[in-house]
């Protein structure tokens, strides 16, 4: 065990020494796990269990033979001659001989039991072994391990378990049998999708990209949300300008909403009509004003220029995604067409060679193929 381990940390070293541009692949499989799920394999292995039970049985029954020799040798010793009682003796330890070698011919390292079990479990171990390169072969694998065997996994993660992958297989292995190759096909086509969708690889990597497109999401909602706040505090200012202007000009006072400082600085300097204002003052007002009004116009125009854009992009993706599905309709239409015709070929073809093979002439002028089908068929 010791000198397995060395050789296989040997292989890990240079494994990972000659493949620095990527990770290392590994996969296990639990083959008793297997064997229990494949249905020929459980049928065999109880029948051969019905079997060892019937050899242990054969061997109670001749261990208890033995046991009624010696106690019936014990109880009769002392009557016996010594003639008698080697005789007994001999007979007891042939019967115990053969017993032990019975016992090993059935149950030993190469006994009836072993041989029959390797026997009936190797043609399943072949197709899994094939199975496992595949698999190896298509998702890079550079380790599959077996959980039963002698090697000892300490931790194991179950995205790296591909036993359920193999029993599909062996299952569908036994039906491919009874399938047309049409169907064949098809099912050869749902296992390659089914083992590409199953690879924990490719699972991590659109968890990943699921996570980096809700993250994406979010953020555009935050800018969103942040340029409605904006545009919301731009409209109240320029709102509460447009007041404080009209106050001016109609020479009232607009509501106070300035911070408590400003409202604190204002209460000392002494109060003064708005007709008593200097031209200076009132212009700098003004302009202030305009500039203000200026500012909020350019946001609001930026703001529903981004929503414009927004939006654009979004037909422009749902346009596409409608041209597509119109491009795969029609390649589909296409294909059914196409089918059709092959079939009414095929038809016509048929009908044809009747008619040479001495169908009678009052056959119905509609099993006659069409001048474009005979063209074809030319």
Known sequence: MKRYLVVLLTVFVSLMANAQGRGIKIAYIDMEYILDKVPDYAEAKSQLEQKAAKWKQEMDVKRNDITKLKESLQAEKALLT???IEEREEEIAFQEKELIDYQEKRFGP?????????????????Q?????????EVRKYDFVFDKSSDLTLLFA?????????????????AKREKLSSKEVKKLEEQEKQEEEDSDPDKIDKAKKLEAKKEAR???????KAAADAKRAAALEKRDQLRAENAAKRNGTTAPKTTPAKTEGKAADTPPTDGDDDTPATAATANK?????????????KNAEAAAKRQKAAEDAKAERERKLEERRKA?????????????????????KLKAKNGTPATTEPEATPSPTNTQGED
Request: hydrophobic residues 35%.
């Open 82 to 84: 010594k003639e008698l």
């Open 110 to 126: 190469k006994g009836d039991l072993i041989t029959q079990k390797s026997v009936m479990v190797k043609p399943i171990q072949d």
């Open 128 to 136: 899994v072994f094939n199975i496992v390169q595949d698999l190896a």
């Open 157 to 173: 993660a179950n995205k790296y378990d591909i036993s359920d992958l193999i029993v599909k297989r062996l299952s569908r292995t």
């Open 217 to 223: 999401q979010k953020a555009i909602d935050d800018r």
């Open 288 to 300: 202030s004003a305009k500039t203000e009004e200026a500012k909020t116009e350019a946001s609001e």
């Open 331 to 351: 390649i589909e239409d296409r294909k059914k067409q196409v089918q059709e015709q092959r079939e009414a070929a095929q038809k016509a073809r048929e009908e």
